[in-house]
């Protein structure tokens, strides 16, 4: 983490001016703090602002979390999503595993929206800005944030929460979606029933929702089927079935396809399968000893905190989830492409020098593309 801080370029004067940010921030902030239920029975951990970690931190209760976030006052903040009989012991094995939240992560980029290539870049030492496609050596990649990529990244949790919901029976109240602050989605299941889970059992969820057991010739199959059989389907083959439907205005058998040639209906199916499978970070479901980022918490990467999405299409993260005030700051930007934060537009700059509300510096300067001048 510390060369990670020397690349993104962050001195003194710009490691200062975060920590006063996120200081106010969670000051502020205190009272209304999100706190993980079981919180004695949970890890906590911190990524300080020397770029180290504390990990195998353990409270026993809110108010004690509370006053070691306002002590350190930590870049990032991050629970563990198992809960242990002896949180604080350092060597996993000797925590003693009691359960664990289901948990998911949509991470924008897995996505591929087309937004990305405008404005994802690579920034190299000598200050030249290169597309991704030009792929130059050396250069550090800076990823960025719109309202196209958060619209990729909700349509994802919709899916998500259908399959949860639907084909695995979870009830929506036990589902809680939040932004990254960043841009992602986490998903946190919290559910009695789902605790005990191991890694296998989340592992298949994860193939599930993923499709990675789908075996083309097994829906080949139900393509010979006839119309009724067709109703007989359930869970993801229903789901495939169903796209197919919409697409074609006609129910995925055989002789509704029969038109198509047959690298036709491969290629039917295989976007059918596309549009069907959720793409989510298998490693953050499965992994029983990671630790997650709290809600409420400030993201390290952009100053924006991570933000509960009670409604997933109304939501404006991009607005919603700005924590840091907007006091005037003085910053000088290398390149930055157009920002829509906050509910106002900046940008683009190249080599410039302004002012700027303090979470638009907090987060170009988090993006390592701007300086603050005292
Ligand atoms: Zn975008």
Known sequence: MVEEMEER?????????????????????????WIPRRLEAREVGFLTFDGGHRRHLHFSSPGELIAEILREIPWGVFYSVSLYEDPGNPEMERKGWVGADLVFDIDVKDLHPACIEEHDFYLCNDGSVHRLAERPMGCRRVDWVCPMCVDAGRKEVLKLLDVLQRDMGIRPDAISVYFSGHRGFHVHVEDENLMDMGREARAQIVDYLMLNSYNPGFLEGFLRTTEDGLETLAGWPWRIADVLRQ????????????????????????????????????????????????????????????????????????????????????????????????????????????????????????????????
């Open 9 to 33: 370029g962050l001195g003194g004067e710009e490691i200062e001016f975060l920590r006063t940010s996120y200081r106010e921030y969670y000051y502020r902030a205190a009272s209304s703090m």
């Open 247 to 374: 697409r074609y205005g006609v129910p995925p058998t055989l002789r509704a396809l029969e038109a198509l040639t047959r690298g036709e209906v491969e290629a039917a199916i295989s976007s059918a399968v596309r549009d069907v499978a959720v793409h989510v970070d298998p490693q953050v479901t499965m992994d029983l000893s990671r630790i997650f980022r709290m809600p409420t918490s400030l993201n390290e990467k952009t100053g924006m905190m991570k933000q509960r999405c009670a409604d997933v299409m109304a939501c404006d993260p991009l607005k919603d989830a700005v924590a840091i005030g907007d006091y005037p700051i003085k910053v000088e930007i290398s390149y930055a492409p157009k920002l829509q934060i906050g509910g106002y537009t900046y940008g683009p700059y190249k080599r410039t020098a302004l002012k700027l509300p303090a979470f638009v510096a907090a987060f170009l300067v988090s993006k390592g593309v701007a300086k603050v001048i005292k």
